[in-house]
Structure formats: structure tokens, C-alpha cells
């Protein structure tokens, strides 16, 4: 990387910046205004769906995502000019789904203006007025003109960069007022000019000219400044001029004399605490924390969470614990942010100015003069301010106070980070309680109740409520109030998934879980709503993106967009591995609309479409880690675009990381209405399950498939599913059950003519007689296996075939033989550098061990089961019934100290069994450590090459 000169932006007017000493051209337009969006928001993340809004506003183009990302990369190596391809470098980095602009040795006007105001605040609040005014004026000077230089083509970017030339308004106004009062008006009328240029119509920022013309001398001027306001109000909006403006033209006429301040109120407008109030001990303590550390700057701290969480009850408790600290007044205000229309900013600031003692006919009519004389009146007054229930920052940014010693506590259902990126907000998430503080909330609600649900029913209600305090306070309310009500009646009802949201509901008028998931959804764009409902088809366990995509039939860009803006919504929660997922009473919201908005036919195309993608894309991982292909499905619907790991490292943890939903996906499918074969779903799971140890939830799943495939008449689903299932249960140790079910299965395969089937199920058999000692059985399904693999001309089953014959054929006393068959083995696994072949050459690495142990060659078997125990990988079946031989083997051959650190290895691959591990590789590791420890091996010296204290117990399965 190449730097020549530290970067220097300005943004406080026409966009600008310089490397060292030469200036830069940015760029297109909207690479600009990316860029005055990321200095604007500096050190602060912006999100990818933020980004794309803020600068296409509510049609962004499909492919939005590259674009940010093409001018992301033009930016880098504008700012660095040796960066590699890819190289994130030192400024813009990716956070999350989007970017931050990191300052670091970067110089931005903007931070040095806002450092200049908080010291001028600092310094008001503490007296020191001239010091004051002298930070005042340095920040002013920074300010060229019009933030950006008129590079948004977005209204909601046009706001961003409007708030901006907004703080250089309040400060020009702000120091006016100290300027004028100290006799230094001259100071700020370079500034008052400028401000007056860039809005035409700001009236506080006019009567601050008139005010400071007049006090510099020039009374001429400041009225025709005056007479030139007066007439621009008239002529484009059809007003006169506010109570501000007039009074500074009274000012000008006649100087007023001074009068004594009346004693300002001291407002109290929190509203009761509430008495049942329990938990949320971490969030208190954040809050304390915040409230606590600040130093000589206005606080704002921002809740946002899901309808019903608790903000609200949050903020009040928290506002009335800290209220001595704000001796100056405790204000508050429901923005109604959660109605059709919400509170207008002129009706908040009215509201807010009669709480601090103006009367109705003193308060100015425009927005701006109110704003002006609302922050007039908390200037340096230690002030609390609740804004309950904001919709945007807009809403809040015009009610924030004028005082570095105020705090302003905000309530919202979104994260409103625009409020963070430009007014310094400290952003606090409402999760939902965790289950012992929801018992908490729920037994104090029910305290005096004698039949209230204890133990388990009580936290089956919890869960059936989703932990949501307001749902919890509403079934505790109706379990109060109606006590001849059974708990276990409300119960039913809650689990009643079509019907739970009217349990929940608290009355006509009242603010219930529906009514407040409802505001949220109307909220949302037409294809977010769509989503919204369509998504009440997910199943529980989450969904990513490109699942999220087929399910909805649409484009993975366009499905990025709308989830962003239904996670924005707290409609849905977007978690660290990336999947989505919607709170339960949530769901239980969309399912309704889904159910009453969408006809039966699309309903059940976009169910079939989640399936098929999960079904194709679990076909696409199984081929890359099993050298064994399942039947193929038949084409995806139109929108199904399944997933295509790369490799069989990315197709294992494809598996590991949707092993619930797909296990969730295989109930489902079940259902005949599905359109779906369960056991191509099931069998697409079974190496990874197997592999991974996940026994019980193979039994599960094929169990599942068999019964829907019996119900369907699926003879061949039938035949699949009984193979698969008999290998969970071989490992499970029954293997009378497995017999039974390999000779179903391979007689439905004869019936069919299904040959590569019937070979399989020979070497299944093969496995299953070779675990019950059974070798002349054993080796007469493997040839009759072999057989048909080579009729088939697959050479890598051909392969596995030999291994397992040669394994017969060792056990069998058979040893050249044996050899001969596995030395074919290896000569066709040099042939196929392939992962998923990797296992399968364990297998025939431990086959040719067992041979060479019986052959007296301990210290090659030895070498081989080495390599064997490598090639396993993450097969932990194979790889802990190597370590057994390994261990087994140098037990026998008296090499104590390397048996005991083969013993360990086995140890830790056992405990990363999710089910346990097999009984049989429990209680063979059990015996190895018994002979271990008990010396049934011959210590300080090698143990004759003998077989009898060596018998591999476990072929592996590979089928």
C-alpha cells in the first residue's frame, strides 16, 4: 500500500478532499454523494439497505449491492492509491452488511465542528461566556456553504445533508445570542449572512441578523433585512412573521428595557412508574452508566426493539430513577410514531413549550422560530426529555434541547440510526427477557392469585407468550381478573396457533400484540409486506437469504433490500450466522395475513418452494461428500434457485449449519400436500449425519420418510428409506432390526430391477454379519456386490467393494487373497484425488492394516492405520474406529506411552459426537482403557505379533 499524504475532507459545503497536497476528484455524482453520506455519518456504520434508500430512495435499481460495492472500491484506491484488489484498507471498511468510513489520520471539517460546539456548549454550561463564543466562532468558520454541494437526488439523502447545514443554523443562533450579549455582535454577522444565503426562510437564523445588525450599529440595515424577510414570507408562503422576528424588529424600533426574569416552571410531566415493574437489570445498568459518564454534553439515548417488548415501561422506570439529577425539569412527549399520523414537529415543540411556561399567544407560529425558542429556554439547564414512541430521527432531531447537560431518553421500533450517525444518539436494543426474568414478570403479576401456573406450566405459558412483556402482562391481567379462568384453559389457547393472537387480546381500543404488530406491517413497502406474510411460511428454525429468495420466488438483491427494511421494521431478527427468523406471536401476525391476503394456490407454491430448495440444495451438498449419488430429484418449480457449495468442506458445513431446518423441512415435506419425496430429503442428510455422529436425528428423519412413503405407495422412497434407517440403527446396535430392513429393502430393489441398489444393499449386509462375526455370510453378499459394481463399471464403488471383501477375507484367515483384492482397492484411489474419496481410502488403509497385523507386520500396520486415521477427516465414526485399532494395536505390541496418547485422541473425538457416539464405540473405548490401565499388555517390552488381542471390531459403512 502507497500513501502519499494524509486525506483531508470537506463537507461543509461542496464536497472536497485532498491527498498531501493535491485535491481529488471524487468522482460520478453518486459515488459523491456515497462518499458525503459515509464522512457525514464518519465512524458511525451505515447499513447496505440504508445506503441503497439513502441514495435511490424507494426504487433502488437490482443492482444497487454492486453498485455501492463498485464505488466502495473506487473510493479505496482514491484514498490509497496502492491498494490490492480487495484490500479493504485503512478508511472504508465493511460492517456487517454495509460500510463505515473510519476517520483515523484523517482530517473532516465536519468532526472539527462538532468537537468546536461541544466545547462552546461545555463552556456555556459552565459560564465561561467568552470562551464560549470563541468556540462558536471557530466552528462557524468552517462552513462554506450548502452541505455536499447539492449532490443528493434522494429526499431522505437531501435530509441528511439538510441536518447538517441545520447544526451550522442552531449554532449560528446559538452564538448569536451570547455575541449580542456581550457586545461582540460583529463576531457572527460573516455567519449570519452566510446562513441567511443558504435558507432563504429560517426565520431564527434572520431575526439573529436583525438582532445583531441592530446591535453592531447598523439599524438601517437590520430593518431592511427585516422589510426583505417580512416580504419573502408573504410572497412564497403566504405567513407573516413570527413572534421572534417581530420581536427583533421591536428591538430595533425601541431598545426594551430590562425587566427580571420571571422563575422559569420546573416541569414534571413523567408519567407513574409502573408498581410491577421487575428486571432489565442489565439494561438499568447501561442506561446508569450512560447518564453517569456524560461530561458537559447533551446525552440522547435511543431504545428501539419490538412492538410490546417494554420500552416504553424501560424508559418511564429508568427516567423516575434518575430524576433528582435533572433539578430543571422532567419532560415528556408521545410522538405517536406507532399511528397514521404521527405527531408533527410544530405540535411537539407547542407541546413542549407550554410544559415550560410560554403561553399559547407567545408561541411562535413557525416551526423553526418554536425550535429556536425552545432551545432558548433549556439552554443550560440540566433537563430530562422522554420521547416515547418516534418514528424517525426527523421526528426527534427539532425536540432535541440546547443544554450539554440535558439527556434525552427516545423510544422507538427502529433503530434510528440516523440519530447515531448525526446527532451523536447512543442506540440501546429492548431484546425480549430471558426466561427467568419473564417467570419474574409473570408470578408478581399473578402473585395473589391460589391456582396461578407454577413449575413447567408456568414456563410453557412464557414460551407459548414468546417472552414478550406485553403479551405476558395481558394473559397475567386476564388470569387476575377472571379467576374462575383456568390456566390451563388460556393455555390451550395460546397453543392453538391459529387462534393464539386472540387470547391475547386485550380489548377493543386497547393496545394488544395484534395492534401493535399491525402498525409495524402498514408501515412497510408493498413488496415488504409481501414478504412479511410469505415468511410466516419459514419454518421456525430460521432462514437465510437465498432460501428466503425461493420462498418468496423473487431475486436474492431484491429479498436483501426487503429483509433489511423488515429487520429496520423489528419485524424480523437478522442473527450473527445469518439467518432470519420472526418472533412466535410475530409469525402467528403473519400467518393470519397470509392466510386471508394470499389465494390457496400460492400458498401452497411458495410452501413447495422452500422445500425444493432445501431438497436441491441438500442434493448438491450431498454429491461433493459421498462418492454415492442419491437418485436425483426432478427440476426445481420457477423461483427455486438452490444453493451450490464449492467444495466438500463448504458442503459439510452447509449441512452443519441448517441441520435443524432441514430435520424441520423432512416433518414438513411429509405432508401429502407438500408435492414433496421426504426420503430424498432424508437420504440427502445421511453422510453428513453420519459422519458428524448426529445418530438419533438420522433414525428420526428416515423413520419420518419411510412412514410418509408407505402412506404415499412410494415403493422406491420406501426401498431408500428402510436402507438409510438400517444403517442408524446398525449404529445404534440393533442389528436384528437392520437385517430385517436391508431385506425389505433389497427385495423391493429385485422387484424394480434397481441393480446399483442391490449392490449397495449387499454391502450393507456384508457390514452387518461382518459386526456379528458372521465372515462366510459376510463375504458372500460382498462378492455378490462386486459383482454388480463392475457390471455397473463403477470403479469407485468397485473400490469400496474390494475393501470390504478384503477386510472378509483377512478375518477369514484369507490373507493373500486379501491382499490382493485391497491392493486393487488403493491402485483405484490413486485414480481420484476427490475429499469425499478421502474417507472411503481410510477405510482401505484400515483394511490393509488388519491384513498386515495378521501377518505378523505390526509396525506397517501401525503405518497404515497412521494414514488411515489422517484420511478420516471430520468422519468421526471412521476416524474414532481407527484410533480403537491404532490403540488396540500398539496395546498389544506393548507400546504403553503412544497407546496412551492415541487414548486421548479417541477421548476428544468421542465428546464431539453430538448423540454420545455409539454404545458399541463406548464400551470398546471403555476395554481399551481398562487393558490400558489393568497391563494386559507387556510393559517395557513388545508383545508377540499375535491377533488374538487384536480384532478390528468396526468396517466401517460408507453406503
Known amino acids: 500500500m502507497s500513501d502519499s499524504g494524509a486525506l483531508r475532507f470537506t463537507v461543509l459545503g461542496p464536497l472536497r478532499f485532498w491527498r498531501g497536497d493535491v485535491e481529488l476528484d471524487a468522482g460520478p455524482r453518486q459515488q459523491r454523494c456515497l462518499l458525503m453520506l459515509l464522512l457525514a455519518a464518519a465512524d458511525q456504520p451505515l447499513g447496505m439497505g440504508e445506503l441503497a434508500e439513502l441514495i435511490w430512495e424507494a426504487d433502488p435499481p437490482t443492482s444497487a449491492v454492486n453498485i455501492i460495492h463498485k464505488y466502495v472500491g473506487a473510493l479505496r484506491r482514491l484514498f490509497e492509491p496502492g491498494l490490492r484488489s480487495r484490500d479493504p484498507g485503512s478508511y472504508l471498511l465493511r460492517h456487517g452488511s454495509g460500510y463505515l468510513l473510519t476517520t483515523g489520520s484523517a482530517t473532516v471539517d465536519l468532526l472539527v465542528f462538532r468537537r468546536r460546539l461541544a466545547e462552546a456548549k461545555a463552556c456555556a454550561g459552565a459560564g465561561a461566556w467568552e470562551q464560549a463564543l470563541g468556540h462558536y466562532t471557530a466552528a462557524l468558520r468552517l462552513v462554506r456553504g450548502p452541505a455536499g454541494g447539492a449532490v443528493a437526488d434522494s429526499a431522505r439523502a437531501a435530509a441528511v445533508f439538510a441536518g447538517l447545514d441545520g447544526q451550522f443554523f442552531d449554532a449560528t443562533v446559538a452564538a448569536t445570542e451570547i455575541a449580542v450579549k456581550r457586545g461582540q455582535p460583529s463576531e457572527v454577522l460573516s455567519a449570519l449572512r452566510l446562513a441567511a444565503t443558504m435558507d432563504p426562510l429560517h426565520e431564527p437564523v434572520h431575526a439573529g441578523l436583525v438582532t445583531a445588525l441592530a446591535a453592531a450599529g447598523q439599524q438601517a440595515e437590520a430593518l431592511d433585512a427585516y422589510r426583505t424577510i417580512r416580504e419573502r414570507l408573504s410572497g412564497e408562503l403566504g405567513i407573516d412573521p413570527g413572534s421572534a422576528l417581530r420581536e427583533a424588529q421591536r428591538r430595533v424600533l425601541i431598545p426594551a428595557p430590562a425587566v427580571a426574569q420571571a422563575e422559569a416552571p420546573q416541569p414534571a410531566q413523567l408519567p407513574p412508574d409502573l408498581a410491577l415493574f421487575t428486571g432489565r437489570s442489565a439494561e438499568l445498568a447501561m442506561l446508569t452508566g450512560l447518564v453517569g459518564g456524560r461530561r458537559h454534553s447533551p446525552l440522547v439515548v435511543a431504545m428501539d426493539g419490538m412492538g410490546g417488548v417494554g420500552k416504553s415501561t424501560l424508559a418511564v422506570h429508568f427516567a423516575h430513577q434518575v430524576s433528582a439529577a435533572f433539578p430543571d425539569g422532567r419532560l415528556h412527549l408521545d410522538l405517536h410514531g406507532d399511528r397514521d399520523e404521527p405527531e408533527t414537529a410544530g405540535e411537539a415543540l407547542r407541546s413542549l413549550l407550554y410544559a415550560l411556561g410560554v403561553h399559547a399567544a407567545d408561541v411562535p407560529d413557525s416551526v423553526d422560530a418554536r425550535k429556536g425558542m425552545y432551545r432558548s ?311 453428513y449425519l453420519h459422519g458428524f455422529g448426529y445418530f438419533h436425528d438420522w433414525e428420526e428423519v428416515t423413520r419420518t420418510a419411510l412412514d410418509a412413503a408407505r402412506r404415499d405407495g412410494d415403493e422406491a422412497g420406501e426401498g431408500h428409506a428402510l436402507r438409510s434407517l438400517a444403517g442408524a440403527r446398525c449404529y445404534t446396535g440393533n442389528y436384528d432390526d437392520a437385517l430385517e430392513m436391508l431385506t425389505a429393502a433389497q427385495r423391493i430393489f429385485e422387484r424394480r430391477d434397481m441393480c446399483l441398489e442391490q449392490a449397495l444393499v449387499h454391502t450393507n449386509l456384508q457390514w452387518v454379519h461382518q459386526e456379528l462375526d458372521r465372515h462366510d455370510e459376510a463375504l458372500a453378499h460382498g462378492e455378490r456386490a462386486l459383482e454388480r459394481y463392475r457390471a455397473l463399471g463403477d470403479r469407485q464403488a468397485v473400490a469400496k467393494g474390494l475393501t470390504f471383501n478384503g477386510r472378509s477375507l483377512t478375518r477369514l484367515g484369507r490373507l493373500a487373497e486379501s491382499s490382493l483384492a485391497l491392493d486393487e482397492a488403493l491402485g483405484i484411489h490413486r485414480h481420484f484425488d476427490e475429499p469425499r474419496m478421502l474417507v472411503l481410502e481410510g477405510a482401505t488403509r484400515r483394511a490393509v492394516a488388519a491384513n498386515l497385523a495378521e501377518s505378523g507386520r505390526m509396525d506397517d500396520a501401525v503405518r497404515e492405520l497412521d494414514r488411515a486415521a489422517d484420511a478420516a477427516r471430520e468422519h468421526l465414526p471412521e476416524k474414532v474406529d481407527t484410533l480403537c485399532e491404532l490403540a488396540e494395536l500398539l496395546i498389544t505390541m506393548g507400546e504403553t506411552e503412544r497407546g496412551r496418547t492415541v487414548v486421548h485422541r479417541i477421548r476428544s473425538a468421542l465428546a464431539e459426537f453430538q448423540d454420545g457416539g455409539p454404545e458399541s464405540l463406548r464400551i470398546r473405548f471403555t476395554r481399551i482403557e481398562e487393558r490400558l490401565e489393568g497391563g494386559s499388555c507387556r510393559r517395557g517390552g513388545r508383545s508377540s505379533p499375535s491377533m488374538a488381542l487384536w480384532r478390528p471390531d468396526s468396517p466401517v459403512t460408507l453406503a
Open 377 to 687: 429556554l433549556t439552554a443550560a439547564k440540566r433537563i430530562l426529555v422522554l420521547l416515547d414512541n418516534a418514528r424517525d430521527p426527523a421526528q426527534v432531531r427539532p425536540l432535541l434541547p440546547n443544554s450539554p447537560e440535558s439527556t434525552v431518553l427516545v423510544t422507538s421500533r427502529r433503530p434510528l440510526l440516523g440519530l447515531a450517525a448525526f446527532d451523536g444518539a447512543h442506540l440501546v436494543h429492548v431484546d425480549l427477557p430471558g426466561l427467568p426474568e419473564a417467570r419474574e414478570l409473570l408470578d408478581r403479576r399473578l402473585a395473589a392469585l391460589p391456582n396461578r401456573p407454577v413449575g413447567g406450566a408456568a414456563d410453557e405459558m412464557i414460551e407459548l407468550c414468546g417472552r414478550l412483556p406485553l403479551a405476558l402482562a395481558i394473559v397475567g391481567a386476564r388470569l387476575a381478573v377472571r379467576r374462575h379462568l383456568s390456566p390451563d384453559i388460556v393455555a390451550a389457547e395460546l397453543r392453538d396457533g391459529a387462534h393464539r393472537l386472540e387470547a391475547l387480546s386485550a380489548g377493543a381500543g386497547e393496545h394488544d400484540p395484534r395492534a401493535s404488530f399491525a402498525w409495524s406491517y402498514r408501515q412497510l413497502s408493498t413488496g415488504a409486506a409481501r414478504l412479511f406474510r410469505f415468511l410466516s411460511v419459514a419454518l421456525p428454525a430460521g432462514v437465510r437469504l437465498t432460501a428466503c429468495a425461493s420462498l418468496a420466488g423473487q431475486d436474492a438483491a431484491r429479498t436483501r433490500l426487503e429483509l433489511a427494511e423488515l429487520v429496520e421494521a423489528a419485524l424480523v431478527t437478522e442473527h450473527d450466522d445469518g439467518r432470519f427468523t420472526s418472533h412466535v406471536l410475530v409469525r402467528a401476525y403473519a400467518q393470519e395475513l397470509f392466510e386471508t391476503t394470499e389465494p390457496a394456490a400460492e400458498r401452497s407454491a411458495a410452501l413447495c418452494r422452500l422445500l425444493e430448495f432445501y431438497l436441491h440444495s441438500s442434493y448438491r451438498a450431498h454429491v461433493l461428500v459421498t462418492p454415492y449419488r442419491n437418485p436425483q430429484p426432478a427440476p426445481p418449480m420457477p423461483g427455486v434457485v438452490a444453493d451450490e457449495p464449492a467444495s466438500y468442506d463448504e458442503a459439510f458445513a452447509w449441512f452443519d449449519a441448517r441441520r435443524t431446518v432441514l430435520k424441520e423441512a423432512v416433518r414438513v415435506a411429509a405432508d401429502p400436500r407438500s408435492g414433496i419425496r421426504p426420503w430424498q430429503l432424508a437420504i440427502a442428510m445421511q453422510q
